[in-house]
């Protein structure tokens, strides 16, 4: 099974600049997860998509951060204009959506390699 | 809010001995998921082992178990027989046992565990 998948790797920019994340989570996960992670910080959570809806952004900073989930699949993350403390690793997760009201082992969050991004 | 510390910001052991990472946290819930989670160089977040709150019987995966005080709101993990490759980021994590509304991972500060030879 294919986990999840995330594009590019790192990434360098100018301040000011814009910047755009790709997630492609597992085949068949409903929900999905972006966490940003400062250096020498644990991920903190930005946004969280089930299908195509949003649970919780109430961490995202929205005069400069979006996100979209179209079609309940892939995910992009952007940021316009990006400021030097937006420097930090962006990692997406997924996991299934088991209808049940308890959280089980089956709502497990896999993780993607992550994105690293500078900026100067 | 729920809230995750740890406060041992590096540690290190010598191979083949034995390594507890501490974790407290805080919550007003009587039902959620604890977790630890190692993060290498590559930054892939990597679940190590899992505990049930409503479960009395600490949880094991290997070389690698937890002491879950409930009461007390510590979670440690323990690592036994040290391997090379156990050097990594840990994470201590926290999440809710329901299902509804935001179903986040609340982490720790993590602690960097170097393995000497």
């Known amino acids: 099974e294919a986990g999840v998948a995330q594009s590019p790797r790192y990434k360098i920019i100018e301040k000011r600049q814009s910047v755009a994340f790709w997630c492609n989570p597992i085949?068949?996960?409903?929900?999905l997860y972006w966490y940003q992670q400062i250096l020498g910080q644990g991920p903190k959570l930005l946004i969280q998509?089930?299908?195509?809806?949003?649970?919780?952004d109430s961490q995202l900073p929205k005069d400069r951060f979006s996100a979209e989930r179209l079609k309940g699949v892939d995910s992009t993350l952007k940021i316009q204009p990006a400021k030097l403390e937006d420097s930090a690793v962006y990692l997406c997760?997924?996991?299934?959506?088991?209808?049940?009201?308890?959280?089980?082992?089956?709502?497990?969050?896999?993780f993607g390699p992550g994105t690293r991004l500078t900026v100067l | 809010a729920q809230t995750v510390t740890q406060s041992q910001p590096e540690m290190s052991v010598q191979e083949a001995e034995t390594v507890t990472l501490s974790c407290t946290y805080d919550t007003s819930e009587s039902d959620y998921y604890l977790f630890w989670y190692k993060q290498p160089p590559s930054r892939q977040m990597i679940l190590v082992i899992r505990?049930?709150?409503?479960?009395?019987q600490n949880a094991t995966e290997n070389r690698f178990s937890v002491n879950f005080q409930k009461a007390a709101k510590s979670f440690s993990l323990k690592i036994s027989d040290s391997q090379l490759g156990d050097a990594a980021m840990y994470f201590c994590?926290?999440?809710?046992?329901?299902?509804?509304?935001?179903?986040?991972?609340?982490f720790g500060q993590g602690t960097r565990l170097t393995i000497n030879p």
């Open positions: 085949s068949g996960h409903a929900t």
């Open positions: 998509f089930q299908n195509n809806g949003v649970v919780d």
């Open positions: 505990q049930e709150a409503y479960k009395q």
């Open positions: 994590a926290y999440r809710s046992a329901w299902n509804q509304g935001a179903q986040k991972l609340v």
């Open positions: 997760a997924s996991s299934l959506e088991s209808g049940l009201a308890r959280v089980t082992v089956h709502n497990e969050q896999f």
